[in-house]
């Protein structure tokens, strides 16, 4: 049984840990990727305040498709450079865009969305995919956003094979 508890710190900091904490626990018990990315998304969409929207998109032959998330019904591909999603894929970097109607091409899968926060999935110099959270409220993501959600995907690279996944070639 999972542990489905609410998580409840006195900061973000401190959120963030007890987040990785949980995670590290699911993703070291269970070898499937597909569930532990599946709990890991819904977990993220349960427990980070002010989102609407929080999930993975997988590298499949050269595009970005829809994986496992919380929330709205979303957009099934993304071409890479296209959007926050593409753009970070393309990049190779986090993107932490406080307006994303000021962000050119932003893909708006969800009306509700004001901000966004991509993290790129790269492990052995392989992109495999993207994290992304976004936020009906504006400038809601910073840097202990992009901090955390980057050693997210650190401490996942340690147990996930993203190639069960995802489709690089
Ligand atoms: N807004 C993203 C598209 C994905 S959805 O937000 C779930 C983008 O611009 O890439």
Redesign the pocket.
């Known amino acids: 049984m999972q542990n489905n508890a609410k998580i409840i710190a006195e900061n973000k900091e401190m959120f963030y840990k007890m987040l990785l904490y949980r995670i590290e626990s699911w993703v070291s018990a269970e070898k499937d990727v597909l569930a532990n990315l599946c709990n890991i998304a819904a977990l993220l969409y349960d427990n980070i305040d002010d989102i609407n ?1 929080a ?1 993975f ?1 997988l590298m499949k032959n050269g595009e970005l498709v829809l994986g496992p ?1 919380g ?1 709205k019904a ?2 099934t591909r ?1 071409k890479i450079g ?6 970070t894929a393309r990049d190779r970097i986090t993107y932490v865009v406080p307006n ?1 109607h000021e ?1 050119e ?6 009306s509700a ?1 004001n901000s ?1 926060i ?1 993290v790129p999935i790269i492990k052995d110099d392989v992109l495999y995919g993207v994290l ?1 959270i ?1 936020s009906p409220n504006f400038n809601r993501f910073d840097e202990v956003d992009k901090l955390y959600l980057e050693k997210l995907i650190e401490k996942l690279n340690k147990y996930i094979d993203w190639n069960e996944v995802a489709k690089i070639n």
């Open positions: 929207w999930g998109y998330f929330g979303a957009c993304i296209k959007g926050v999603c593409g753009t994303v962000f091409g932003h893909i708006a899968c969800d969305s966004e991509v992304d976004d």
